[in-house]
């Protein structure tokens, strides 16, 4: 089968869930749900995220031999794989993490804590405020609500999820740095 361009593929794939396009797009978002459903049934982080990844996989597949039958059947044989991977990635964060060494507990304040938050606030000063505001915001909630406040500032910026976390992380490797040469300066 000829790959076509996205929307081909996408149009043929929508075509293989209900020769009606509208119960088909109805289909697709159903499938998506329980997709996500089923990655935040098993605490995942990002489901909407790993949901999309499905789909994408097996729109990637058919598009390379169209031989997909069952798509929603084939979706959960993905996400059963998908989950594996996430699954894995946990693990070998969390065997990263129980490797470190927590600091002992002080009673005074750590002056180079201190003068670290100094330098942080220093380099953060310095941002543009637009990349001030877009760091800010992204770690500014904990658990659900960080995500979802990702995915509103996401939305606000009008550039996809995955663009907002390459942005943060470009944002917090400069700031690291900064911070590392205002210590060294110190």
Same mark, same amino acid.
């Given at each position: 089968?000829?790959?076509?361009?996205? /929307?081909?593929?996408?149009?043929?794939?929508?075509?293989?869930?209900?020769?009606?396009?509208?119960?088909?797009?109805?289909?697709?978002?159903?499938?998506?749900? !329980?997709?996500?459903?089923?990655?935040?049934? #098993?605490?995942?982080?990002?489901?909407?995220?790993?949901?999309?990844?499905?789909?994408?996989?097996?729109?990637? !597949?058919?598009?390379?031999?169209?031989?997909?039958?069952?798509?929603?059947?084939?979706?959960?044989?993905?996400?059963?794989?998908?989950?594996?991977?996430?699954?894995?990635?946990?693990?070998?964060?969390?065997?990263?993490?129980?490797?470190?060494?927590?600091?002992?507990?002080?009673?005074?304040?750590?002056?180079?804590?201190?003068?670290?938050? !100094?330098?942080?606030?220093?380099?953060?000063?310095?941002?543009?405020?637009?990349?001030?505001?877009?760091?800010?915001?992204?770690?500014?909630?904990? #658990?659900?609500?960080?995500?979802?406040?990702?995915? /509103?500032?996401?939305?606000?910026?009008?550039?996809?999820?995955?663009?907002? #976390?390459?942005?943060?992380?470009?944002?917090?490797?400069?700031?690291?740095?900064?911070?590392?040469?205002?210590?060294? #300066?110190?």
């Amino acid at each position: 089968m000829k790959a076509g361009t996205e /929307q081909e593929v996408f149009d043929r794939f929508l075509l293989r869930l209900d020769s009606d396009r509208e119960r088909a797009g109805e289909r697709y978002e159903t499938i998506r749900r !329980k997709l996500v459903k089923f990655f935040e049934w #098993r605490d995942c982080p990002f489901p909407e995220d790993h949901a999309d990844e499905v789909l994408r996989r097996t729109i990637d !597949k058919f598009a390379q031999d169209g031989e997909i039958r069952d798509p929603a059947t084939y979706c959960y044989g993905v996400a059963r794989l998908v989950l594996l991977e996430v699954r894995k990635s946990r693990a070998q964060e969390q065997t990263a993490l129980n490797n470190l060494v927590p600091p002992p507990p002080h009673a005074e304040p750590d002056p180079e804590h201190e003068q670290a938050l !100094k330098c942080l606030n220093e380099c953060l000063k310095r941002l543009p405020l637009g990349d001030l505001r877009l760091i800010l915001t992204y770690y500014e909630q904990e #658990r659900g609500a960080k995500v979802e406040r990702r995915k /509103q500032l996401a939305e606000e910026l009008a550039i996809p999820l995955n663009t907002l #976390r390459i942005r943060a992380h470009r944002l917090r490797e400069r700031l690291e740095l900064c911070v590392q040469g205002c210590l060294r #300066r110190e």
